[in-house]
């Protein structure tokens, strides 16, 4: 997917909401990347928290940032496929 024609659909800490979306997406045709972002280790092209807070007071569960990408044309649809899920 081109990086110019993709939108992000969610930002999550949390792998199985990933998960579930993932599979919604999959089951109902839609393209998808999903992109993970180590926030405990810090690089020159990702100085993120760690950077500046410090890692020690940093939660486990909030290390790994999760992100799902999705076309500008699947946006909308893939948005409404989330609420539904929601409530059902």
């Not at 839609?30 to 280790?41: E, F």
């Not at 020690?56 to 909308?76: A, G, T």
């Amino acid at each position: 997917m081109n990086i110019f024609h993709r939108r992000q659909l969610i930002l999550s800490y949390n792998e199985g909401i990933i998960h579930i979306i993932e599979d919604l997406l999959c089951s109902n045709g839609v393209p998808y990347d999903v992109k993970v972002y180590d926030r405990s280790s810090p690089s020159i092209f990702n100085m993120d928290t760690r950077e500046r807070f410090g890692g020690q007071f940093q939660s486990s569960k909030h290390s790994y940032c999760y992100r799902i990408y999705v076309s500008k044309e699947n946006l909308d649809y893939s948005k409404a496929l989330i609420k539904n899920k929601l409530k059902s």
